[in-house]
């Protein structure tokens, strides 16, 4: 075997509906990167970690989960599995770049929608999953990578 070739990995961490949850994702994912050599990704995949699995506390009633798994050496892709089955903005649609005529839609007010607006200005992709069967509720993930 080529000792050049990275084999493929994943890991998943079931989080109870805790307020602690999204530290303690954080913490596993810190470990995960280190662990693969992926540490400079940390900074990036920490935001949108955080922000996924506080959406899942804050937005479901259940149980949520962490799912880390390498895309290529230098791409790690973070999915968050959560029991409501609706899915949030930026992930319903690609939103349009905003232009000299766009009205401003920007609340500053606003108690809920922020942090995933950080989903949209920070993952290189993402994207969105509803589930149905024995896992029901829905699965959003995001790309980070160098």
């Known amino acids: 075997m080529d000792a050049t070739v990275t084999p493929s990995w994943a890991y998943t961490l079931r989080l109870p509906h805790d307020p602690r949850a999204a530290g303690i994702a954080r913490s596993t994912l810190r ?78 007010d606003a108690e809920d929608g922020r942090g995933l607006l950080l989903v949209r200005l920070c993952a290189e992709r993402y994207g969105a999953y509803r589930l149905d069967g024995a896992h029901r509720g829905k699965l959003l993930w995001v790309e980070c990578g160098p």
């Open 31 to 108: 470990a995960v990167l280190r662990g693969h050599g992926m540490a400079r990704l940390t900074d990036t995949a920490e935001l949108l970690t955080s922000e996924l699995v506080s959406n899942a506390y804050r937005h479901s009633r259940g149980p949520c989960a962490l799912r880390v798994r390498a895309m290529a050496p230098e791409r790690v892709r973070v999915g968050v599995w959560d029991t409501n089955p609706a899915i949030p903005a930026p992930f319903t649609k690609v939103p349009a770049p905003p232009g000299p005529d766009a009205e401003d839609t920007d609340d500053t």
